[in-house]
């Protein structure tokens, strides 16, 4: 037992963010257009929708949790093992970079630039100009349909696919067989380098496919964020001397800020293997993992049986997670916005975010819904027996056995 200043503090903890499993509208959805979005209720609908281990640590009884009636295992009357709360964004934004960057403790008071009608010319003439290569597209599209409809040209000529989302992003297509992947990064370097300021999107994303039409989509994407303008709880963790570990897509998301080691992911199983491998290993400090199937894989394509079976894996999953938790470590899971496989847009919805705490120290509790993804960031600072010095505040006095 580590005891800090008369606290009983913990060794690791472990955050796992299912990227976009958002658990229903928040007040302000239909300002982003998403009024009615509830990406888990969408999931549900799948037939094969089966979370029992999440049943047990209380995810279903989070406010405003719905799942397809036709689950008869969902109602029925289950012991709860975890503490569990809902949380409310207070950043304007509904992506990736603005959720998990308020995670830890940021919050993003003005939303980041987006491009609904494309992206300003000066900024492509500059960016053409930099590449060597003509751009394709420029404008609002889903990833999948725009190499389905600009991937023949992009092969026949060598110019980049560029597009954009509702989301604040630059991104870059290009078959790996007329640009090599190492190459593509190159390109996405420099659109980084000129997407600063209003054109200072949250991320720039190297999107590579590979095959024959229609195409598909490789593992080797590549994310380029702005620098987080501010220190987040990684900083502080790593300034106190533990470990931060990244899995996945954070090292990117966070530019590497406040990371001390990363491992990149092919994809879900591949992310909870990664995790698994870091937590039979012996650290002391924070081990953050984003698990991006949901979101990239079923969300922005509106497969609602793929998302489904998702989250019914990861819980399939979620028992070899638990056994490896020792009596000083803790898991959280989360998400980072919403992205409702059930609606006509393929974009991310403006979403609550569910979180699942447990360990041994942990005791089974419901705190309604709170205002605030930093109360993550905050809580396992005061976990770690660090000071809550980042835009967020900590439950972990609240939810510590015998308190």
Not at 27 to 38: C, K, L, V
Not at 317 to 335: F, G, H, Q, W
Not at 372 to 379: A, C, L, Q, S
Request: glycine residues 10%.
């Amino acid at each position: 037992m580590r005891v800090e200043n008369g606290v009983i503090t913990m060794k690791r903890v472990f955050l796992i963010v299912l990227d976009s499993v958002g658990v229903g509208e928040m007040p302000d959805a239909a300002a982003f257009g998403d009024q009615g979005s509830h990406t888990v209720y969408a999931a549900s609908h799948y037939d094969g929708f089966y979370m029992p281990n999440m049943q047990k640590l209380g995810f279903f009884n989070l406010d405003g949790m719905k799942v397809d009636e036709k689950h008869a295992w969902a109602k029925e009357k289950v012991e709860q093992t975890g503490t569990i709360c809902r949380l409310s964004e207070k950043s304007k934004g509904k992506d990736t970079t603005t959720g998990h960057w308020e995670i830890a403790g940021l919050i993003s008071r003005e939303a980041m630039p987006t491009f609904p009608n494309g992206f300003p010319k000066d900024l492509i003439d500059q960016f053409e100009k930099r590449t060597g290569r003509k751009v394709l597209c420029n404008k609002p599209y889903s990833g999948t349909e725009v190499i389905k409809d600009y991937g023949k040209e992009h092969i026949e000529t060598g110019a980049l696919i560029v597009y954009t989302s509702a989301d604040s992003v630059f991104q870059i297509a290009a078959h790996e067989s007329v640009v090599p992947v190492e190459q593509l990064y190159e390109y996405c370097e420099i659109a980084r380098e000129l997407c600063q300021g209003a054109y200072g999107v949250g991320r720039v994303i190297a999107r590579p496919f590979e095959g024959e039409w229609p195409y598909s989509r490789t593992s080797r994407r590549h994310d380029y964020s702005l620098l987080p303008p501010k220190d987040t709880m990684l900083d502080k963790i790593k300034v106190a001397g533990m470990d931060v570990l990244a899995v996945g897509k954070i090292n990117d998301i966070f530019a590497g800020k406040g990371v001390t080691e990363m491992i990149r992911t092919q994809d879900n199983a591949d992310g909870i293997d990664k995790t698994i491998a870091y937590m039979k290993r012996d650290f002391h400090g924070l081990c953050f993992t984003n698990l991006v199937d949901f979101d990239m894989k079923y969300g922005h394509r509106n497969d609602i049986d793929g998302y489904g079976k998702a989250l019914s894996y990861f819980d399939s999953r979620l028992p070899e997670l638990l056994s490896l938790l020792k009596e000083e470590d803790v898991l959280m899971i989360t998400a980072d916005h919403g992205c409702d496989p059930s609606t006509p847009s393929t974009d991310h919805s403006r979403e609550y975010i569910p979180w699942v705490i447990t360990g041994a120290k942990i005791a089974a509790k419901n705190l309604g819904t709170k205002d605030g993804f930093g109360y993550i960031g905050g809580t396992i600072l005061d976990m770690l027996g660090l000071e809550v010095s980042i835009e967020g505040d900590s439950i972990y006095k609240q939810i510590k056995k015998g308190e």
